[in-house]
């Protein structure tokens, strides 16, 4: 029984003690309230936003002090109320105006084409010849390196690429493959 009146008696302390603990001071409570009605002031159809953490009072506001509380809210709520657009005078959502612009056809240059394609041509033939000279040297993942690099590069291929590409795979093995890039260096 004196166990049962002990663990009482500790769980009434413990709930008094958590409730003054979590209690709000006059200050917090002014704060709280001023700064509702601050952030509202002159604003009709306003739903006041939560407010903030009450600061702590200065040496001029008494921590007890209502008043001194809801004057300060009232006042850093008036302030938000300056640099929010939020509430009845928000102007809502703007889409960007749409310049109209002419299309212009600019046409191409087909000596410029001309030239990319050359050097394109070249850069290709270029990398094959490498390619040409790893096979030789049986360096076929060198090869088959540059074969690849070749078709990236310059997005071009020819029948000699998949050619050295298939006998590149069938010297070190991969007979799958080798037969995958012979039948695409026949359809060429």
């Known amino acids: 029984m004196k166990g049962i009146i002990h663990a009482l008696t500790l769980s009434i302390a413990l ?15 002014g704060f709280s309230d001023g ?10 159809n306003c739903i006041p936003p939560t407010p903030p953490i009450a600061p702590i009072p200065t040496v ?32 809502g959502y703007k889409t ?3 310049d109209p612009v002419d299309y212009t056809y600019k046409p191409t240059n087909s000596k410029v084409q001309q030239a990319v394609a050359k050097n394109k041509n070249a850069i ?45 795979y069938e010297a070190i093995g991969k007979k799958g493959k ?5 039948k695409k260096a026949e359809k060429m």
């Open 15 to 29: 709930f008094l003690l958590s409730s003054i603990s979590f209690a709000q001071s006059k200050f917090d409570e």
């Open 60 to 91: 001029s506001e008494k921590l007890d002090s209502y008043q001194d509380g809801y004057n300060r809210g009232f006042k850093m709520g008036l302030e938000a109320q300056k640099g929010s657009t939020s509430g009845s005078s928000q102007k």
């Open 96 to 98: 960007a105006s749409a």
């Open 35 to 44: 700064y509702k009605k601050g952030y509202c002031h002159e604003k009709a």
């Open 124 to 168: 290709f033939d270029k990398i094959m010849d490498k390619a040409q000279e790893y096979y030789d040297k049986a360096d076929y993942a060198g090869c088959i390196k540059a074969c690849k690099d070749a078709i990236e590069i310059t997005n071009l291929v020819s029948k000699r690429t998949y050619t050295l590409m298939a006998k590149s």
């Open 178 to 182: 080798a037969k995958k890039y012979y």
